[in-house]
């Protein structure tokens, strides 16, 4: 059976699986090998998933939702349609979709995937990661982390050995890591990132800088106007590194505007952004104890590494051009189609060994008496950086005369103060009476691979153990509301397979109707009418020639390359 590897994107997804001639891409049921992680619901409540999804952000933007990667691990809920979807939710549903394309073209079902995460998910988003698996009907058997990916399958690719930096920025996260390839050992030095650094920054950036200009505000707009102009902003920043000035013409519901938008306003706009992308990787150079000199070659990985203002910055700090000829788009989804035949132990990889690093420092909180006021104190128990597996215990004791309970707080971070870093839970332990100082405790941390953390404490005297139990865990359900996921997945309604290309290609008709007037919308409408009288008579054959058709029809129709 085929365990599929799945890049599950915060704008796009993509599966793979391993071939004797290495790992390969599944192309969706569009035929597309990358798959938009956006969902909605139609008018019938049914689930509409990827291209035909993203064509309706702008006309159903209430029914229609991208991004949720980025509330994975909170407990933010999004309505469509009046119903409630948590951010694993609406990633299972794109996971399903992916898990029917890899069935369908694979001839098996598939049941077991490995699923890439930012290096940088905590370990909420993580559980979140997992979970958003379980929802799609898929056993999560390996989170890996997305730079690791990359480097694996550019490792592969190449057949190089040497220390590499993996740039991966995609719509919304940016990650580090330094890998180093030596005698089929491929070890992970430091991983670092920004959770909130990515493509949809840079739009968000450019919309407000050009609001801000013409001193309109957000919120007068509605929504249409903003989600079309977000569009204009998104196809302006992929053409900006090519085009010097371009021309845009701007609606604000009264009269239209043209402005036109220079490579000078873009870089003005996006250099605090640039900017703030080179604290993780100054943070990933010095825990992996390395001068730019030493890297041998850097990779590029997501879309939003094609900003030639971020390749010059790069290219600045590094003194050399970062290396171009893999594809930022597929390679972290071939990637973990390499782990997931690593984990099968397929022959052909034999000889190759894979070890990664905890991103983060995970510790607890202690009482610091010299000054009480600042609250608890982070103490660091598995440092960031550590090769995982990694399993550490640390002797704590008692703070208080006589004190019968101990909570133990497990936080994730790198400040001082525990309310500055991430709270994972909390063990509530009980101690025998004795002076403060007299009981101690084990508190052992066990990272997996995996990424995701158990906490066991031992009360010395007793012997006596407490386990893991990390409660509070936004994001984490427990076993009874997972049930009532399920069933609310169970209970939605989805199109067959065949019919989501029409779809897809119905819903960028209606787009570029809404979007064009004059001879231009007549032409649109033409096609999109005589397509519903074929679609009517349901004939295969007929329908098949037709989507051809209308597909090329549309795309000389359609200007914008935001898709
Ligand atoms: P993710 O991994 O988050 O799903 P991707 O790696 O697919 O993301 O990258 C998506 C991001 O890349 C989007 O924000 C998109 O705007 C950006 N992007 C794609 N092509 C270009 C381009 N030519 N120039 C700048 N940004 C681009
Ligand atoms: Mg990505």
Known sequence: MTVIGIDLGTTNSACGYW?????????????????????????????IVGKAAKE???????????????LMGSDHKIMLNKKLFSAPELSALVLRSLKEDAEAFLGEPVTEAVISVPAYFDDNQRHATKLAGELAGLKVDRLINEPTAAAIAYGLHQKQEGTFLILDMGGGTF???????????????????????????????????????????????????????????????????????????LDFGGEKIRWSLTR????????????????????????????????????????????????????RIFGRLPSTHIDPDTVVALGAAVQAALLSKNSALDD????????????????????????????????????????????????????????????????RLVKKNIFLGQLNIKIPKAPRGKEEIDVRYTYDMNGLLEVDVTVVSQNKTY??????????????????????????????RESEVNRALIAKGERLYEASLGDKREKIAAILSQFDAILDRQNVNEIKKAQLQVKELLESLDSEDWL
């Not at 071939?19 to 689930?47: C, F, H, Q, W």
């Not at 309706?56 to 980025?70: E, N, W």
Request: aromatic share 6%.
């Open 19 to 47: 071939t004797e001639d290495g790992p390969k891409l599944i192309p969706n049921r569009l035929g597309e090998l990358l798959t938009p992680s956006v969902v909605g619901l139609d008018e019938a409540g049914a689930v």
């Open 56 to 70: 309706r952000l702008i006309d159903h933007s209430g029914s229609t939702v991208a991004a949720f990667k980025r």
């Open 175 to 249: 990650d580090v890591s330094i890998l180093e390839f030596f005698d089929g050992v491929m070890e992970v030095h430091a991983s670092a990132g920004d959770n909130f650094l990515g493509g949809e920054d840079f739009v968000e950036a450019m919309v407000d800088a050009l609001l801000n200009e013409l001193q309109i505000e957000k919120s007068s707009l509605d929504v249409r106007l903003l989600q079309t102009l977000y569009m204009q902003m998104e196809s302006a920043k992929r053409r900006v590194s090519q085009m010097d000035t371009q021309e845009i013409l």
């Open 264 to 315: 000078d306003w873009f870089s003005r706009v996006a250099t605090p952004l640039i900017l703030r992308s080179k604290r993780p990787i100054e943070r990933a150079m010095s825990d992996a104890n390395l001068s730019p000199a030493q890297i041998d070659d850097i990779v590029l990985v997501g879309g939003s590494t094609r900003l030639a203002l971020f390749r010059s910055t790069v290219g």
């Open 352 to 415: 190759m060994v894979l070890t990664d690093v905890c991103p983060y420092t995970l510790g607890t909180g202690v009482v610091n008496e010299d000054s009480p006021q600042q609250g608890l104190y982070f103490l660091p128990i598995i440092e960031r950086n550590s090769t995982v597996p990694v399993s550490v215990v640390r002797r704590l004791a008692t703070a208080a005369d006589n004190q019968t309970e101990l909570q133990l707080e497990i936080y994730q971070g790198e400040n």
């Open 467 to 496: 386990s893991k139990l990390i409660q509070r865990n936004p994001g984490v359900m427990s076993e009874k509301e997972k049930e009532a996921s399920l069933k609310k997945m169970a209970a939605l309604k989805f199109h067959p």
